[in-house]
């Protein structure tokens, strides 16, 4: 628990200092070694804007509002113990990530912020309920998908098209079971645009084969930190109570991520694979407060060979479709 508390207070302080970072390019013109934030400029009828940056694989601003709100739901576990205190440095912290990702402009921030307000309603409901809560939250999500072209504008449309392009490449006998190659995508679209699609790049790149761990270590581990929370619920326990904490947390981190993900082509990169660690590592922690006749959190048959290939076959055909729905409420 020790561990997972520093790398929850890494996350939560790097961010902090990103988000100050992205309010001084809005208040001052420039950042952290005088970098300016970067300049969109009129396109039709909209006004030109200033969009806040940061540095390596933050360079981005979509890539920055995602980080930030990542770590949001982190701020609420940085103490170990749940009180008035600690809801009010969870609440100073996402404030001020909120703030910062304000700066960057990005819609797939605002999407990523929304996933993480919801499912952090979620966790307040019964424990049983989340499972079929967050289902029936993507059944909403793909039935609005043919009112998107109402709200999104032409760079969105592009997007769409991207993605497209990248199904009929998937569709090809050839490269669905194994992929276009990793590092490959920039050959699907003409100057190598990006995916701006996580999922998509993945399962493009890699096939089925390889999105089937990528998504598994996801899946799995969303699934073993609710099992652990379900396990440590009535544990009287301080670790045992903080654990449940995290694990909550965690997935609500790990929801905003993959939200986000939806419109961001961030598929490979060391935040996302931190999250899967700290998911996955929760099972096996929570074992040290539970009888050791407590049955075990998975079944490798059932959990990792049958519902595993059911999740990621079902992530495919979810992400098919609901890119058939955009591209048909954009331009019929």
């Known amino acids: 628990p020790r561990r997972l508390r520093i790398a929850a207070l890494l996350f939560v302080v790097m961010a902090c200092t990103m988000a100050f970072h992205a309010q001084l390019q809005m208040k001052v013109g420039f950042g952290f070694a005088r970098q300016p934030p970067m300049w969109v400029p009129p396109i039709g009828e909209a006004p030109g804007y200033w969009r806040s940056q940061f540095f390596g694989i933050f360079g981005d601003a979509n890539d920055l509002a995602q980080f930030l709100i990542t770590c949001i739901p982190l701020g609420y576990i940085l103490l170990p113990r749940r009180g008035i205190l600690s809801f009010f440095v969870g609440s100073g912290v996402a404030w001020y990530l909120i703030s910062g990702m304000l700066t960057t402009g990005s819609r797939g921030g605002i999407v990523g912020l929304a996933a993480v307000c919801a499912t952090q309603i979620i966790m307040f409901l019964p424990l049983k309920w989340f499972p079929r809560v967050l289902t029936g939250g993507l059944a ?16 969105a449309h592009n997007r769409v098209v991207f993605w497209g392009m990248a199904n009929a490449q998937f569709k090809n006998p050839i490269n669905t079971p194994f992929g276009m190659g990793y590092g490959m995508f920039w050959s699907v679209i003409s100057g190598s ?62 929801v905003g991520f993959c939200a986000s993900a939806y419109f961001l082509s961030r598929t490979f ?62 331009y019929g």
């Open 269 to 330: 990169v060391f935040p996302l694979f931190f999250l899967m660690a700290m998911l996955g590592v929760v099972p096996l922690i929570a074992r040290r407060y539970l009888p050791p006749s407590y049955p075990p959190f998975f079944n490798i048959k059932k959990d990792v060979y049958i519902m595993l290939t059911i999740g990621t076959i079902a992530s495919i055909t979810y992400i098919y479709i609901s890119i058939i729905l955009l591209n048909k409420a954009f």
């Open 193 to 254: 645009k990006a995916a701006h699609n996580a999922f998509v790049k993945c399962y493009t790149e890699l096939g089925v084969f390889g999105y089937w761990f990528w998504f598994g270590l996801i899946q799995l581990g969303v699934i073993g930190a609710w099992r652990a929370r379900v396990a440590l619920k009535n544990v009287n326990n301080p670790g045992a109570k903080w654990l449940f904490r995290f694990a909550g947390q965690t997935t609500v981190a790990m």
């Open 140 to 155: 909403i999500a793909l039935c609005l998908c043919p009112f998107a072209g109402f709200v999104l504008d032409e760079s």
